[in-house]
Structures are given as C-alpha cells and as structure tokens.
C-alpha cells in the first residue's frame, strides 16, 4: 500500500447523479488527512468515476451541475467494472486501487460484491471496499442493509442510523462491525443570514408524492402562497429536465404540470447546484427531501410538509420528533419551525461545528485497513447458503453467474463505444425514458377504466 506521502488512487462506481455526488464527495473526505474537512488539494486522492450503464446513467448536464470533478470518468456495465477490478491488482506489484466506494442502488452493490469476491479470490491485496447511503434511510432498511453486507465499511450518516445498522446485521447474525458513522458528506456552505427579498424554496422529489392528484395539489399550494405574499420569492427546486433520470423515476414532473397553471410572476421554476439554491434560500419546504438535511445544517428554517400526512409513504415521518413538521396553511399564515436540537445531532446534522469530525471516525478505520498487509477475502452474508432463492436472481440482473463470473454473452471488455454505438444507446434511452414518464401512466389509467 502506498505510503502517507504517496496520492492514494480512489475508484468511485456510481449509478445515478444523486449517488455519484455521495460517492465521490464521500472518497474525498474519507480519503482525506487526519482531521481535515474538504482535505487539502496536496492530499486529495486521485479520484476515478465509473458510471454503471442503465436508466438512470447522468447526463452531462447532470454531472456538471452536480459540480464534482474525477480525474477520469467513463460509462461501464458492471462486468466491465470487475474487468478493471481484476486487471489493477496482482500479488507481484500492487498497482490498483487503494480504496472503492459503491455508490448504487443495494441489488447492485451486491452483485459487485460478489463479483470482486470472485475476481480478487486468492490474493493478499486489494483495495478497501466502502458503500452506504445517498441520503435518508425510511424504507426497506433490513433489504438494503443485508444487500450492502460484505463492504469493508458501510456508512451510516447518523448516530441513529448506526445505531438501527448494527442492530440489523447483529439481529441475523451477521459481522457488524463494518458499520461506521460518519455524516452526509454534502453537508456545508455558509450559516444562513436573511437577505431581501425573502425566498421560499420547495424542494422537489422524483417519487414523493406519486400521485398526479398530490402533486398537482403542491403545485397549487405554492403558487397560492406566492399570490397571498407576493413580496416573497416561491421557487420550485427541480431535480432533472424532461428526459433525464435520477435515482428514482419521475412519471410525472412538476415541468409539466406547471404547464397547466399560469405561474405569479414571483414564483418559478429553478434548476442547479441544491447547495447555490440554500444560498439565496429563506424557508425550504419539501415533503421529505435529504435536502431538509442541508437545509437544516446551515440554520435555514426549514419545513416538512404534513398536508398529505405523515406516512411511511411519504417518508417525512423520518422527521417526527423534528419539531419541522408543518402544512401550507401555516406557512401562508407565517409560521417558522424551530428545529429540536437533540434530534438534529442524532441525525448528524452538525451545525455548532463537529461537523468537522465527522469522517474522522471513516478515515481512521480506512487508514487502518489500508494499511494491513493483507485483507480478509469479502464475504457478503447472503450467498447460495443463506439467500438460494434470491441472491441469483440480484446477479442475474447485471450479467452475474451465481459464483458471481460473467454469465455467457456479458461484455467484459472495458472499451468505449464507437459514435454509431453511442447515437443508439442515447436513442434508446429516450425511448425508454418516454415510455415510464408518457405511455406507462396512460397504460395505468387505461387499466383502471
């Protein structure tokens, strides 16, 4: 392993815009000196980005405004990924990468798993193998947890978090002491101070709500508090354009229902960077957005919707306790939350500065394990033995072998495609694309008829 003066060499796989923002800002941090925050540029690691291939592969808009930059940045499938894997680490001369964050979707952080299992078999190096999750954690928390087991660290970004993670692996008996805490590592900018005019700001979900009735009812509330205060700024904070995917699938985006309603002159829709927006941002509302989080970190008054419920459907009900829960018709009447403190330091929302130490936890495990001679081979708790029913069929959707080798006709060669190849896969992306947001939900009403 490479000495502290040499630049350690950092593979990020991600599978969404939102996840390779966590991941590459994660491997910035947890890779950086000893009690540095953003880590200085001399110690900095030599960051490479692989895309896993599928629906929701940024484009180069999203990545842009995403604004993390990688030292090289390339479109793989995930046999192609293993591929790279297994040509950049050898017993004889250790040449690969110092440590991989997995920053996808659980299905795919364990087919990976399986499959670095099968390509670093026998060998006494390798890079240290760190996974976790983009944002918040209210759903399907003992399904992603076992499918992320077998990382040489999984992040939690809460005391609470790590707290409910070991309590998972320890409740089926598998090893938990992977599990680190650390923080959200998008966390940051500067303390809020009011600026004129006042600026609300609504932070929109792909997926929450899902319903056209639901999101149209939002659309309405928002231009209805920018007519009631029409000194106020409304912004609607929008994830993707039309076309573009994220991390959850939009059918039914606020672009397009916007289209419908003549929008005050004092409300508008806005793309860009979450964390330029905060900047200018007076009141953030969202039903549930990890957004709340960055919001809350800076000191912005920050709210979380309660008009549709608190429901696990929803996912606000992760903020009971949180002193933000609160509807439209408070906010057209001038409420402004207070946030509980001893809630937000369990939810590692650290604005009185211990923020600053919040990876020191990360980077020590990891410098630790990079430091050993030799590694323990991964060993994921689901394997034909403990999951015959299921863990097949999570490989099989990247091309996997139960043995976690390359089913037959999978591309391994890690290569990129020729300008023919590219127009056809952007061609068919789009149509993909059009079918979930257009035709799928006209085929659903049809069904209901």
Not at 23 to 33: C, S
Not at 308 to 327: D, I, K, M, P, Y
Request: glycine share 8%; charged share 25%; net charge neutral.
């Amino acid at each position: 392993m490479p000495s502290k003066k040499q630049t350690q060499r950092v593979a990020v796989l991600a599978d969404s815009d939102t996840r390779w923002k966590w991941g590459a800002l994660t491997a910035q941090r947890i890779v950086a000196a000893e009690g540095s925050v953003n880590g200085d540029e001399a110690d900095a690691p030599k960051l490479d980005g692989y895309l896993l291939r599928g629906r929701a592969t940024p484009t180069a808009r999203q990545l842009v405004e995403v604004g993390v930059r990688a030292d090289v940045l390339r479109e793989v499938t995930a046999v192609e990924f293993l591929k790279v894997m297994e040509l950049g680490t050898s017993d004889e001369e250790f040449e690969g990468y110092d440590v991989v964050v997995l920053a996808l979707v659980g299905g795919a952080v364990q087919a990976v798993l399986h499959g670095l299992a099968r390509v670093w078999q026998g060998r006494t190096k390798r890079p240290v193998v760190v996974t976790g999750y983009v944002g918040v954690v209210y759903e399907k928390l003992a399904d992603g947890l076992l499918l992320r087991h077998g990382a040489d660290v999984v992040l939690a970004n809460s005391r609470q978090d790590a707290e409910r993670f070991r309590a998972v692996y320890e409740g089926v008996g598998a090893e938990s002491g992977s599990v680190t805490e650390c923080a959200l590592p998008f966390l940051g900018g500067a303390p809020y101070v009011a600026e004129d005019p006042y600026t609300v700001c609504f932070a929109a979900q792909p997926s929450v709500p899902e319903s056209k009735a639901d999101r149209t009812y939002l659309l309405k509330r928002m231009i209805r508090h920018a007519e009631l205060h029409p000194e106020r700024e409304v912004l609607i904070k929008l994830r993707s354009k039309p076309g573009e995917h994220t991390t959850h699938i939009e059918e039914l985006p606020y672009q397009k229902l916007a289209q419908r309603h003549r929008l005050p002159v004092n409300c508008r829709l806005v793309y860009g960077n979450m964390g330029e927006v905060l900047d200018r941002t007076d009141l953030l509302v969202t039903v549930s957005s990890t957004a709340a989080l960055e919001s809350l970190h800076r000191r912005i008054p920050t709210v979380v919707l309660s008009d549709l419920g608190v429901r696990e459907a929803l996912g606000n009900h992760h903020f009971t306790g949180s002193g933000c829960l609160a509807s439209w018709t408070e906010l057209d009447e001038g409420f402004v939350p207070v946030p509980d403190e001893q809630w937000l330091a369990r939810q590692g929302v650290a604005a009185d500065g211990a923020y600053e130490t919040a990876f020191d936890e990360a980077r020590a495990r990891i410098a630790d394990l990079t430091a050993k001679p030799q590694l323990p081979p991964l060993a994921p708790y689901y394997t034909l033995t403990t999951a015959p029913g299921y863990l097949p069929g999570i490989l099989a959707r990247h091309h996997l072998a139960p043995d976690g080798s390359p089913l037959p006709g999978a591309q391994a060669a890690a290569k990129e495609p020729g300008p023919v190849r590219q127009i056809v896969r952007q061609a068919a992306r789009g149509a993909y694309r059009h079918g979930v947001q257009r035709v799928a939900p006209v085929i659903r009403r049809m069904g209901e008829l």
